[in-house]
């Protein structure tokens, strides 16, 4: 599959959103979408393990990766990704296809295929929930400190740290769990080339709190609205199993597929050979398999 991969360039108002694209032009789209922080590299170990007749689109989102940064004061949030995923499949002429959403791309899949359940086959969340849960006691001081940080950002000097490649490189593993292969991947689009080094693509401000917040009742209603089969897969070391129980109990009462795998947070780039056979599975069938555990 790897010889079928090209890069992607889809216009938007302030700029572009990049990716890559797999597979045969005919076959059936499935959207990826990285996690926070990330970019589309995050999907070059899996792909190439899965079903061989699906064409992959894995954009980078924005502000992250090689895709434009939104405009001085704009915000991002939930709502401006599942905007910027509208306008590429819009543009890609993709009516209805399948999503892999890891991590915040998982959050990002989650919200629309609530807003557009008519357009999503099927959804497989890589160690993500659907929603950013809130306590709506909390909702107020969330949304505030959102606010109150693009605005303090606004005021403060722009100016990207510059760093070699090797520090770079020494600085992402010290972030998060994964292996120096994985991270050299992800510095392939999280990089880009300075006066004296190398400094990080991603925005700044993609760090901040968002701004949109649902409550655990919101949520629920909008789970509703999906019409996609899912598939959840959990990591044994990941970040979402403890806070997952009543997105899990929702979709396994509408006969969804839940599954646990060996390896942590990023473990579909870490060890892809440990999702890919269920996502594999997952893609090809329309029954859901029963609950399993590798």
Request: positive net charge; hydrophobic residues 40%.
């Amino acid at each position: 599959m790897t010889s079928t991969v090209s890069e992607l360039f889809v216009p938007v108002p302030w700029g572009e959103i990049r990716g890559r694209v797999w597979g045969p032009r005919q076959g059936y789209p499935v959207l990826c979408l990285h996690g926070w922080a990330d970019n589309c590299g995050s999907f070059n170990t899996l792909i190439p393990l899965l079903p061989r007749d699906y064409r992959y689109v894995a954009i980078d989102l924005s502000g992250h990766g090689l895709s434009s940064h939104h405009p001085p004061g704009v915000f991002y949030h939930l709502l401006s990704y599942v905007a910027d995923v509208r306008r590429v499949v819009e543009s890609l002429q993709m009516t209805r296809f399948s999503i892999i959403g890891h991590s915040m791309g998982g959050h990002i899949a989650g919200l629309f295929s609530a807003l557009y359940p008519e357009m999503v086959d099927a959804l497989v969340l890589l160690d993500a929930k659907p929603f950013v849960v809130t306590d709506v006691r909390e909702t107020a001081s969330k949304m505030r400190q959102g606010v109150d940080e693009i605005l303090q950002f606004e005021m403060q000097s722009k100016k990207k740290k510059v760093y070699t490649y090797e520090k770079a490189l020494e600085r992402l593993l010290a972030a998060i769990p994964i292996t120096k292969q994985s991270a050299q991947i992800l510095l392939e689009r999280g990089l880009v080339s300075v006066e004296g080094g190398f400094a990080f693509s991603r925005d700044l401000r993609v760090n901040f709190k968002s701004v949109v917040r649902v409550s655990l009742e919101q949520s629920l209603q909008l789970l509703s609205k999906t019409r996609a089969r899912v598939l959840i897969i959990l990591a044994e070391h990941g970040s979402f199993e403890k806070t997952l129980a009543s997105t899990i109990q929702h979709f396994q009462e509408r006969n969804h597929m839940c599954v646990t795998v060996q390896g942590d947070h990023h473990v579909h780039l870490n060890n892809s050979q440990h999702v890919a056979p269920f996502i594999s599975t997952f893609l090809q069938t329309n029954l859901s398999p029963p609950s399993a555990k590798l």
